[in-house]
């Protein structure tokens, strides 16, 4: 037994040294991708136990023996029961711990064969003392998250390997996979958008291609790609400035065909929105730049609402910016307006509709002070403009409105230089003379214009005037009414047409000359008419046809002529025709009717007769007749109101007002009226300051 341990304790494997063992420096206890596979370990064999010693020669039996003698053998010799027990079991003992010891070197061999050695710890990598293969390890180990910082840390960890060492080609091999995929991911940030990223990055690896053309001309092609989408952008831009909406969307869409996934997506899309929200602020502010063109308070509101929703961000923001601020001296210029023109509540109107978002509070206020002035200025008394004058004057040389205030205040001062002449003027026309009115009309005309008394003046001028020329053409026109109803008619046209157009009874004495060729025409072509009528009665329908041809076509009466004259043809083919029945000659005829009412001579009467005589048709043979009555009873009408005149205006009017609108002297009745009137209601003074 103690030679089997001795021969167990003499067993030892074959050591070798390191440069028995090739690679033994790159394979440290663990297997790296790619290197040569780890030399096998020795076998640990266990030694056999020794042979059994030969067993001693056994002498010939005895003849006691070999005949069977019965002779006990001799006695065993005394041994310790130590012996004893080895003597018996000594040999299974060393057999079954030869068994065990043999086992327990086979499993922990096989045990130090299967053990994987423990993984490196890679964030904690000291280099200078790191093997090859763990640098590739860890290298491998930081490439495969495929990021651009894992991947340069990974040709960080193996870069400085010397071409001679057994890894360089291998290591060469990975460094030209992690710098495509470099490359690529350079690629992707170029069409992600990060252009400077993917050019830093393609710099950082461009020493590990045999060929850096390669590099840089993918970063040649970058920057151009990218030039182009910027030129593309800028061109677009500028076109968006100049309102050529239709070629900056075209210009835009240069970018979907760049081959860059940044420009032709996401910029693109960016630009196409932006475009969009510019063409509908740019069309929201023309019609704001509309509204502001054309003036009033509603669209200069607008406007500025309108303006206001365009947000800082927008290529519009300035433009609108410039619109608010000129709208809001529309605003001011509008109420300063209204307020020159005495409209204060207008001016009020305005103030109070400005938006407190303006910054116009001390325009407001000052706006405010010149519209109570201007309130008490539009009394029209001299006080009421010297105390607009005095509230106006609080308004200091540092308030944004002095000047319009220092305007306003001129204004009312010719105001109360101009009610002086104004009054002068007045007193004069008082008179009512032709001489008195040309010196009130010359007093006024010293008003000058401008001025808050320039319109009051004007209006008096214009009335002054018009009596004037009534005053001076009155006794013509009476005149030429004289000898129309005398019957005259060519002496009262004549005394009519010396009234001069323009002059205030110059349209008055027109008509009235219409109407006297009217009716000096029909008395010229009514005979013909009668006796052509009478001609028809007795059945003469030729003669009297003969007569209506003479009337010549433009006479006033040659419609009526034509009409009878195809009345009597057709009664010559049918005289008995109960259509055309003859006038008795017994029964009263309508003019006859209304002369017999005329001849009351009172104003009803004359009103009931022209009434009567007004309904004889124009194709009635008496219609000539009737019509030259009508004026006979018109101009009588108002003989009778001049008479009523002395003792009652007011009945005096309403008489003249029953003259018919188509008589003769319809014209003379409204002037007679207005003269009337003027006395009844005397024109308004201006009170005293």
């Given at each position: 037994?103690?030679?089997?341990?001795?021969?167990?304790?003499?067993?030892?494997?074959?050591?070798?040294?390191?440069?028995?063992?090739?690679?033994?420096?790159?394979?440290?206890?663990?297997h790296i991708i790619g290197s040569r596979p780890r030399p096998p370990l020795p076998r640990v064999v266990a030694p056999l136990p020794p042979p059994p010693p030969p067993a001693p020669p056994q002498s010939p039996p005895k003849a006691r023996e070999v005949i069977g003698d019965k002779t006990p053998p001799p006695p065993e010799p005394n041994l310790s029961p130590r012996r004893r027990f080895l003597q018996q079991w000594g040999w299974p003992i060393a057999g079954v711990a030869l068994v065990l010891t043999t086992s327990g070197v086979g499993l922990i061999a096989t045990a130090m064969l299967l053990k994987l050695p423990s993984a490196p710890n890679c964030p904690g990598i000291f280099l200078p003392t790191a093997s090859a293969s763990m640098r590739l390890y860890c290298a491998q180990l930081a490439a495969s998250k495929g990021t651009a910082a894992?991947?340069?840390?990974?040709?960080?960890?193996?870069?400085?390997?010397?071409?001679?060492h057994p890894l360089y080609p291998e290591i060469q091999r990975y460094l030209e996979v992690w710098s495509q995929d470099l490359l690529q991911l350079g690629e992707e940030k170029f069409h992600n958008g990060e252009l400077n990223e993917a050019i830093a990055l393609a710099r950082q690896i461009s020493h590990y291609f045999d060929n850096p053309t390669l590099i840089n001309d993918t970063i040649a092609r970058w920057q151009k790609i990218w030039d182009e989408g910027e030129e593309i952008i800028a061109q677009t831009i500028a076109l968006k400035a100049e309102g050529a909406w239709g070629q900056a969307f075209q210009m835009a869409a240069g970018l979907t065909r760049l081959s860059n996934r940044y420009f032709a997506t996401q910029r693109y899309d960016q630009l196409f929105e932006e475009l969009t929200f510019a063409q509908q602020e740019s069309k929201q502010l023309d019609e704001s730049f509309a509204q502001l063109e054309r003036g009033g308070l509603d669209n200069l509101l607008k406007a500025i609402a309108s303006a206001r929703q365009i947000p800082p961000t927008s290529s519009a923001y300035n433009e609108a910016q410039t619109l608010i601020n000129e709208a809001k001296k529309k605003l001011v210029a509008l109420a300063m307006e209204r307020l020159r023109n005495g409209n204060a509540s207008g001016a009020m109107d305005v103030v109070n509709q400005i938006p407190a978002a303006?910054?116009?509070n001390a325009e407001i206020r000052d706006l405010t002070t010149l519209a109570d002035a201007a309130t008490v200025a539009s009394f029209g008394a001299q006080v009421n403009y010297e105390d607009a004058i005095a509230t106006a004057q609080e308004i200091s040389t540092n308030r944004p409105l002095y000047r319009e205030a220092q305007e306003l205040i001129g204004l009312w001062?010719?105001?109360?230089?101009?009610?002086?002449?104004?009054?002068?003027?007045i007193a004069l026309a008082r008179e009512g003379s032709i001489r008195a009115l040309d010196a009130a009309i010359a007093q006024a005309r010293t008003i000058q214009p401008n001025t808050p008394r320039h319109g009051q003046a004007q209006s008096l001028i214009r009335d002054w005037s018009r009596q004037r020329e009534i005053l001076a053409d009155q006794p013509k026109l009476d005149t030429a009414n004289r000898l129309a109803n005398e019957g005259n008619l060519e002496g009262a046209i004549r005394q009519a047409q010396q009234i001069s157009t323009g002059h205030g009874l110059a349209n008055q004495a027109q008509r009235q000359i219409q109407g006297w060729q009217r009716d000096l025409e029909a008395r010229e072509t009514q005979p013909q008419l009668d006796r052509a009528n009478a001609l028809a009665q007795q059945g003469r329908y030729n003669e009297a046809i003969a007569i209506l041809q003479e009337i010549p076509r433009g006479n006033r009466f040659y419609n009526e002529a034509q009409r009878r004259l195809r009345e009597w043809q057709q009664q010559q083919s049918s005289p008995s025709n109960p259509a055309n029945p003859p006038v008795s000659p017994s029964s009263p005829t309508p003019l006859e009717q209304a002369q017999r009412q005329a001849q009351v001579g009172t104003p009803e009467a004359l009103q009931r007769a022209i009434a009567q005589a007004q309904q004889i048709p124009r194709n009635s043979s008496q219609f000539g007749a009737a019509r030259q009555n009508?004026?006979?009873w018109s101009a009588a009408l108002l003989n009778l109101a001049r008479q009523r005149a002395s003792s009652s205006l007011s009945e005096a009017i309403a008489i003249a007002r029953s003259v018919p609108v188509d008589s003769a002297s319809y014209n003379a009745a409204q002037a007679q009226i207005a003269t009337w009137e003027a006395t009844l209601n005397p024109l308004p003074t201006i009170p005293e300051g």
């Open positions: 037994m103690e030679q089997v341990m001795k021969s167990n304790s003499n067993y030892s494997p074959k050591s070798l040294s390191p440069q028995d063992q090739p690679g033994q420096g790159l394979n440290d206890g663990f894992d991947l340069l840390e990974a040709v960080r960890l193996v870069q400085s390997l010397p071409p001679n303006l910054g116009l001062r010719q105001a109360i230089e101009g009610g002086v002449r104004l009054d002068a003027a009508i004026n006979q």
